[in-house]
């Protein structure tokens, strides 16, 4: 992997392929380049295509002390940004990279981007009076705050709970019987520095980007599961109705990673809509 260096002395690696308009991967909390490469090699023969590992992710060593605010990563995404003088930039979020774009929106703006596509996620994890379309559409502050506490106790188990006890029926079942996939998923979390990444966690849920959502002024593709452990379809059909150049597809028997359910077709969505892109 190629890295570049943040202000903080930070590494940041990530991975550069293909020639053409820049496509930005950005992955999940707890994931890695490694969850795009299989896209990122199908449309390389066509796009500049960069995966990175986000500061505390990654099989990489960290000062304990890292700074790993979202606040952070966007800055570290200008820095990559930068580093290659890219313009007319789509990035490509899911879950945590979701939020990656919505806050580099908020403080770089859209001038860099030509597009951007969202992969099943909220602009506000934590549910309150004035939103229900957050985590379970029931995640409160004090579930939150029950949650980080589990985390820190056993990150891990935290994990892996906050996915099985959601609105997939498939995933709680597989985590009661114990299925190899949760298994091989502990074995994995249990690896990860989880003192850098509870505190990516919270200033993920301490986020409000509706106001974001709603300036958007680039097109969007948005692509959410029908089975998502998470998110509510009432949740795509809002973020949908907030961009005013939005093209929303919901993927069947999928749950928070539709990407990964039906790869071919992620691929040819995503390829159609940065063609279009280019053509307008």
Not at 54 to 66: I, K, L, N, T, V
Not at 90 to 116: C, K, P
Not at 238 to 250: F, G, K, P, R
């Amino acid at each position: 992997m190629e890295k570049l260096t943040a202000s903080d002395g930070t590494s940041i690696r990530y991975i550069s392929i293909g020639h053409g308009r820049p496509l930005i991967f950005l992955h999940g909390w707890t994931a890695n380049a490694r969850e795009w490469l299989p896209f990122a090699s199908e449309l390389a023969d066509e796009f500049q295509v960069f995966c990175w590992d986000a500061r505390g992710h990654g099989d990489h060593q960290y000062e304990e002390d890292s700074d790993t605010h979202i606040s952070t990563m966007a800055q570290d995404l200008q820095l990559l940004i930068d580093k290659y003088d890219l313009q007319d930039v789509v990035l490509v979020g899911h879950s945590m990279g979701a939020l990656t774009t919505w806050e580099y929106i908020r403080q770089f703006g859209t001038e860099r981007l030509g597009g951007v596509c969202i992969v099943d996620q909220s602009p506000k994890l934590v549910t309150d009076d004035s939103w229900e379309h957050g985590i379970y559409s029931n995640f409160p502050a004090d579930k939150n705050q029950q949650l980080i506490q589990r985390l820190s106790e056993n990150f891990a188990e935290g994990v892996l709970e906050l996915v099985a006890f959601g609105n997939n029926v498939r995933s709680r079942e597989n985590f009661e019987r114990n299925s190899r996939g949760f298994q091989q998923m502990r074995e994995y979390l249990q690896k990860l520095p989880g003192p850098m990444l509870t505190a990516c966690w919270q200033s993920l849920t301490a986020q409000d980007y509706r106001d974001i959502v709603s300036a958007i002024n680039v097109p969007a593709l948005l692509i959410y599961g029908d089975e998502s452990q998470f998110y509510s379809q009432t949740l795509a059909n809002w973020v949908a109705t907030q961009i005013n150049d939005s093209e929303l597809h919901i993927y069947e028997n999928s749950d928070h990673s539709p990407q990964l359910w039906h790869r071919e077709r992620f691929v040819y969505d995503l390829r159609r809509f940065v063609t279009r892109l280019s053509e307008a």
